[in-house]
C-alpha cells in the first residue's frame, strides 16, 4: 500500500529566511503529488501538484517543490518565508489510477519574527 | 482557481438531534467527493467516499448509519451527522475531485465545526 511520510512534526524558521519541507513517499508507480496548506481553523489549500514532466513545479505564494524519484521525495521549498506561512503543511499522493489522497502526518510550521 | 465551498463554517447543536453539512463544487463537476475528519493537531481522517447517485464507500470503522451521506448530484455532496453526541464534535471537511481536471486534482473546502453540546 501507499504511503507518505513527513519527517518534521515542527519547523520553526525566521522571518525572511529560507523553508525546505521534507515528504518522502512509497508507492511502486510514480504517484500524482501534491502539497496543502492549512491554516488554523480553515480547510486545506492546494499549493502545487506534479503529474508528469518537469521535476521542478513551481506553486502558488512562490512555493516549489522537487520531485526525485530515486529518493521517492518531493519535497517544498520557500526561499523566503513570509509571517503568514505560519500554518501547517500536508503533503499528500493519489496512485495514478486510484481516487484517494494519501496524507503525510503535516509539518507545522512557526515563523519568528 | 477551482472552489469547493461548505456551509455552515459553524454549528452548534443539541445532542440527539441531527446536523447536515453541505459540500459544494462551485465551479467544477466532482462525481467523487470524500469527507474527512480532522482532530486537533492532527492529520485529516477519510470518512466515506461519496460517488454521485450511488452508495458512499465507508472507512472501516466509520458509522454509515450515523453518518448519512448523499451525493445527489454532480455539485453537491452532504454530510449528515444523525442522533448528535459530544464525541461528534470535531471539524468536518469535504473535498472534490475535478472531472475536468487534469490527473486527479483534489480540492478541499473550507472545513466546518461541529460542536455538540
Same mark, same amino acid.
Given at each position: 500500500?501507499?504511503?507518505?511520510?513527513?519527517?518534521?512534526?515542527?519547523?520553526?524558521?525566521?522571518?525572511?529566511?529560507?523553508?525546505?519541507?521534507?515528504?518522502?513517499?512509497?508507492?511502486?508507480?510514480?504517484?500524482?503529488?501534491?502539497?496543502?496548506?492549512?491554516?488554523?481553523?480553515?480547510?486545506?489549500?492546494?499549493?502545487?501538484?506534479?503529474?508528469?514532466?518537469?521535476?521542478?513545479?513551481?506553486?502558488?505564494?512562490?512555493?516549489?517543490?522537487?520531485?526525485?524519484?530515486?529518493?521517492?521525495?518531493?519535497?517544498?521549498?520557500?526561499?523566503?518565508?513570509?509571517?503568514?506561512?505560519?500554518?501547517?503543511?500536508?503533503?499528500?499522493?493519489?496512485?495514478?489510477?486510484?481516487?484517494?489522497?494519501?496524507?503525510?502526518?503535516?509539518?507545522?510550521?512557526?515563523?519568528?519574527? | 482557481?477551482?472552489?469547493?465551498? $461548505?456551509?455552515?463554517?459553524?454549528?452548534?447543536?443539541?445532542?440527539?438531534?441531527?446536523?447536515?453539512?453541505?459540500?459544494?463544487?462551485?465551479?467544477? $463537476?466532482?462525481?467523487?467527493?470524500?469527507?474527512?475528519? $480532522?482532530?486537533?493537531?492532527?492529520?485529516?481522517?477519510?470518512?466515506?467516499?461519496?460517488?454521485?447517485?450511488?452508495?458512499?464507500?465507508?472507512? $472501516?470503522?466509520?458509522?454509515?448509519?450515523?453518518?448519512?451521506?448523499?451525493?445527489?448530484?454532480?455539485?453537491?455532496?452532504?454530510?449528515?451527522?444523525?442522533?448528535?453526541?459530544?464525541?461528534?464534535?470535531?471539524?468536518?471537511?469535504?473535498?472534490?475531485?475535478?472531472?475536468?481536471?487534469?490527473?486527479?486534482?483534489?480540492?478541499?473546502?473550507?472545513?466546518?465545526?461541529?460542536?455538540?453540546?
Amino acid at each position: 500500500a501507499q504511503s507518505v511520510t513527513q519527517p518534521d512534526i515542527h519547523i520553526t524558521v525566521s522571518e525572511g529566511a529560507s523553508l525546505e519541507l521534507r515528504c518522502n513517499y512509497s508507492y511502486g508507480a510514480t504517484p500524482y503529488l501534491f502539497w496543502y496548506v492549512q491554516s488554523p481553523g480553515q480547510g486545506l489549500q492546494l499549493l502545487l501538484k506534479y503529474f508528469s514532466g518537469d521535476t521542478l513545479v513551481q506553486g502558488i505564494k512562490g512555493f516549489e517543490a522537487e520531485f526525485k524519484r530515486s529518493q521517492s521525495s518531493f519535497n517544498l521549498r520557500k526561499p523566503s518565508v513570509h509571517w503568514s506561512d505560519a500554518a501547517e503543511y500536508f503533503c499528500a499522493l493519489i496512485k495514478a489510477a486510484g481516487n484517494k489522497l494519501t496524507f503525510g502526518g503535516g509539518t507545522r510550521v512557526l515563523v519568528k519574527p | 482557481g477551482a472552489v469547493v465551498s $461548505q456551509h455552515p463554517s459553524w454549528v452548534i447543536c443539541k445532542s440527539g438531534t441531527s446536523v447536515k453539512i453541505e459540500c459544494r463544487s462551485l465551479d467544477f $463537476q466532482a462525481t467523487t467527493m470524500f469527507w474527512y475528519r $480532522q482532530f486537533p493537531k492532527q492529520s485529516l481522517m477519510l470518512m466515506a467516499t461519496s460517488n454521485e447517485g450511488s452508495k458512499a464507500t465507508y472507512e $472501516q470503522g466509520v458509522e454509515k448509519d450515523k453518518f448519512l451521506i448523499n451525493h445527489a448530484s454532480l455539485t453537491l455532496s452532504t454530510l449528515t451527522v444523525t442522533s448528535a453526541h459530544p464525541e461528534d464534535s470535531s471539524f468536518y471537511i469535504c473535498s472534490a475531485r475535478d472531472d475536468g481536471g487534469p490527473g486527479n486534482t483534489i480540492y478541499f473546502g473550507e472545513g466546518s465545526w461541529l460542536t455538540v453540546v
